[in-house]
Nanobody, 123 residues
Framework: QLQLVESGGGLVQPGGSLKLSCAFG????????IGWFRQAPGKEREGLSC??????YREYADSVKGRFTVSRDKNMAYLQMNSLKPEDTGVYYC??????????????????WGPGTQVTVSS
């Protein structure tokens, strides 16, 4: 069974940066797409970014495009978050979906999830 664990969350001032990490454990997940999601208080979980492995395809939600950058290597995935805003506050999750593509995939398409890490953007 896949086990993903996020780290790197915390409290940051508006305009600051954080880099989240997602560890895959002993799995390389070469044939999985990796997604990053966020759930703000009182809101549904939303997709932020996705990256495939085979061709490095990346996609971003409009709300984070130009500010967040997703990357991955054999055993880890990362989400570099710059120019953070208070509305970026929430619990951030990484998730894995079999099949090395991102197009058209959202929350229900990702069966394996980490426990999440809290990001709070506040002055």
């Amino acid at each position: 069974q896949l086990q993903l664990v996020e780290s790197g969350g915390g409290l940051v001032q508006p305009g600051g940066s954080l880099k989240l990490s997602c560890a895959f454990g002993k799995f390389s997940l070469d044939y999985y797409a990796i997604g990053w999601f966020r759930q703000a208080p009182g809101k549904e979980r939303e997709g932020l970014s996705c990256i495939s492995r085979s061709d490095g395809y990346r996609e971003y939600a409009d709300s984070v495009k130009g500010r967040f950058t997703v990357s991955r290597d054999k055993n880890m995935a990362y989400l570099q978050m710059n120019s953070l805003k208070p509305e970026d506050t929430g619990v951030y999750y990484c998730a894995a979906a079999p099949g090395n593509y991102c197009q058209g995939r959202n929350v229900p398409d990702f069966p394996s999830w980490g426990p999440g890490t809290q990001v709070t953007v506040s002055s």
